[in-house]
């Protein structure tokens, strides 16, 4: 079984101070690991992805996560957010191979205070 | 475009109707997978398929609803005889088998039932 849990269902950061969004996972087999950020009105867009090679993953806009297996932990930072980072973000855990479907968390919604 | 599409993007219809999702993944993706968001919450699988072949369903996938990919290129997702709790976003994603699961949603489709 997989599941993710997100600790924060709400965080709030200055511009241009670091961002920190938590993610927790459970999974019986070898995970793939992802964040999605979701801005409305608009569809889920892939940040970063883990898929058993590097354990600090860098993705798009400046964010990256870093892979913790001996917490299960797939941590979202960015060093400076921008007004533009404002969004839903979604912490994902899979099977790393087989077919199978995502599970994702319940989300946390950043906000960017000018 | 290259990405995901989905029709309509918004349906509203009264209870007890049937309607249906089309969703256009990405031409050379072989995985097809349907999902459900309700306000608040993250994405819960739905279904999903390999080329025509339905390979897993979710228990929240109910009688009502059915869906197919009868070409393995586009799919549809009908709910038969709709009730309010199926008000909800209903997101379709694609991915090639061999890619570490990394999938690509299309904008969604809302669906309110009055």
């Known amino acids: 079984a997989q599941s993710v849990t997100q600790l924060d269902s709400h965080v709030s950061v200055s511009e241009g101070t670091p961002v920190l969004l938590r993610c927790n996972y459970s999974?019986?087999?070898?995970?793939?690991l992802f964040w999605y950020v979701q801005h409305p009105n608009k569809g889920l867009q892939l940040l970063l992805k883990y898929t058993s090679a590097a354990t600090l993953v860098k993705g798009i806009n400046g964010f990256e996560a870093e892979f913790k297996k001996s917490e299960t932990s797939f941590h979202l930072t960015k060093p400076s957010a921008h007004m533009s980072d404002a969004a839903e973000y979604f912490c994902v855990v899979s099977r790393l191979t087989g077919a199978n479907n995502l599970f994702f968390g319940t989300g946390t919604r950043l906000t960017v205070i000018p | 475009d290259t990405g995901v599409s989905q029709d309509p993007r918004h349906k509203i219809t009264k209870r007890g109707q049937n309607v249906t999702f089309r969703c256009d993944p990405i031409s050379e993706h072989n995985r097809l997978y349907w999902y459900r968001q309700t306000l608040g919450q993250g994405p819960e699988f739905l279904t999903y398929?390999?080329?025509?072949?339905?390979?897993?369903k979710s228990r929240l996938l109910s009688d009502r609803f059915s869906a197919e990919r009868p070409k393995g290129s586009f799919s549809t997702l009908e709910i038969q005889r709709t009730e309010q709790g199926d008000s909800a976003m209903y997101l379709c994603a694609s991915s090639l088998a061999a890619a570490y699961n990394e999938q690509f949603f299309g904008p969604g489709t809302r669906l309110t039932v009055l």
């Open positions: 999974s019986s087999y070898s995970p793939s």
């Open positions: 398929f390999q080329n025509e072949a339905q390979l897993e």
